[in-house]
């Protein structure tokens, strides 16, 4: 957890379904809470979100260590307090392409569905 001077992580060898579950567990029982929700499709894509308050921004990297196929991928991510819905949502990618997402934002969270990436994309939420 940023801030508190903890840090947790799974040893490769151990990165299965049941330990990452207790490992969220635990994480909760910590005080930490859960940011961003895979709720359909990317398997295989690790999701990384950071909050940045002086750009207003909270960029989610998304991530592959093996290429794999696209597909659509419904995510929903907690908006940092008092932030309020995003004025826009944008999806960019190793080409060099940007797009704007479609997203539905409400109860202090934002939703969307995209395209799972073959190996890296940044969506990033813009307040």
């Known amino acids: 957890m940023v801030g508190e001077g903890a840090a947790r992580?799974?040893?490769?060898?151990?990165?299965?379904?049941?330990?990452?579950?207790?490992?969220?567990?635990?994480?909760?029982?910590?005080?930490?809470?859960?940011?961003?929700?895979?709720?359909?499709?990317?398997?295989?894509?690790?999701?990384?979100?950071?909050?940045?308050?002086?750009?207003?921004?909270?960029?989610?990297?998304?991530?592959?260590?093996?290429?794999?196929?696209?597909?659509?991928m419904t995510l929903r991510a907690a908006v940092p307090e008092g932030w309020g819905a995003p004025k826009r949502v944008r999806l960019l990618d190793l080409s060099g392409d940007e797009r704007e997402v479609e997203f539905a934002s409400q109860d202090g969270t934002v939703s969307m569905t995209i395209d799972a990436p073959e190996w890296y994309a940044v969506v990033a939420m813009e307040y």
């Open 9 to 72: 992580w799974l040893p490769q060898g151990d990165a299965n379904r049941e330990v990452a579950q207790g490992l969220v567990e635990a994480i909760r029982a910590m005080g930490g809470g859960e940011i961003v929700r895979v709720t359909a499709g990317g398997e295989g894509v690790d999701v990384i979100a950071w909050a940045q308050p002086g750009q207003r921004r909270v960029p989610l990297h998304l991530d592959r260590h093996e290429p794999g196929e696209g597909g659509p």
